[in-house]
């Protein structure tokens, strides 16, 4: 097939989409805007995000609340692993909690670095409850040759 005859059919093909919404990229932009400074160990400036989210009753624009999507994208690497560890038949690796644990520690005094590590605990023991009350979705190992 000649370049022409590419450009001629690449005309013609059409890949219907759904354009983003204000919402979904709200949704995304604040998930973020907690999962970077989680990741790079910036507990005090995702506690201003968080805490000035809070105190603004900053939303999305479907009402979502901001500070929830942060506190979500700051714990979302934890609870994933947890969940996929679940998944695969496995206990969550207790190391993974324990390092947010250290957060609230390192923080006493500060109510967002306690909300994604309570929050964080709630997901992963939603998760669990989740797969031993569906024990369908468990992925038995492969017993291989």
Same mark, same amino acid.
């Given at each position: !097939?000649?370049?022409?005859?590419?450009?001629t059919?690449?005309?013609?093909?059409? /890949?219907?989409?759904?354009? @983003?919404?204000?919402?979904? !990229?709200?949704?995304?932009?604040?998930?973020?805007?907690?999962?970077?400074?989680?990741?790079?160990?910036? +507990?005090?400036? /995702?506690?201003?995000?968080?805490?000035?989210a809070?105190?603004?009753? /900053?939303?999305?624009?479907?009402?979502?609340?901001?500070?929830?999507?942060?506190?979500?994208?700051?714990?979302?690497?934890? @609870?994933?692993?947890?969940?996929?560890?679940?998944?695969?038949?496995?206990?969550?690796?207790?190391?993974a !909690?324990?390092? =947010?644990?250290?957060?609230?520690?390192?923080?006493?005094?500060?109510?967002?670095?306690? /909300?994604? @590590?309570? =929050?964080?605990? =709630?997901?992963?023991? +939603?998760a669990?409850?989740?797969?031993? =009350?569906?024990?369908?979705?468990?992925?038995?190992?492969?017993?291989?040759?």
């Amino acid at each position: !097939m000649t370049e022409r005859e590419i450009d001629t059919l690449a005309k013609r093909v059409i /890949l219907p989409s759904l354009p @983003v919404s204000d919402e979904e !990229m709200a949704r995304a932009t604040h998930q973020d805007e907690g999962q970077r400074p989680a990741r790079q160990d910036r +507990w005090p400036e /995702l506690s201003r995000r968080i805490r000035h989210a809070d105190t603004t009753r /900053l939303t999305t624009p479907g009402g979502e609340t901001a500070s929830l999507l942060m506190a979500f994208g700051a714990r979302s690497d934890v @609870v994933s692993a947890a969940e996929d560890a679940l998944h695969d038949g496995a206990e969550p690796d207790p190391e993974a !909690m324990a390092a =947010l644990e250290e957060v609230s520690d390192d923080y006493p005094d500060d109510y967002p670095c306690a /909300l994604v @590590v309570a =929050l964080a605990h =709630l997901d992963i023991a +939603w998760a669990s409850a989740q797969h031993r =009350l569906c024990p369908h979705t468990r992925q038995e190992p492969d017993p291989g040759p």
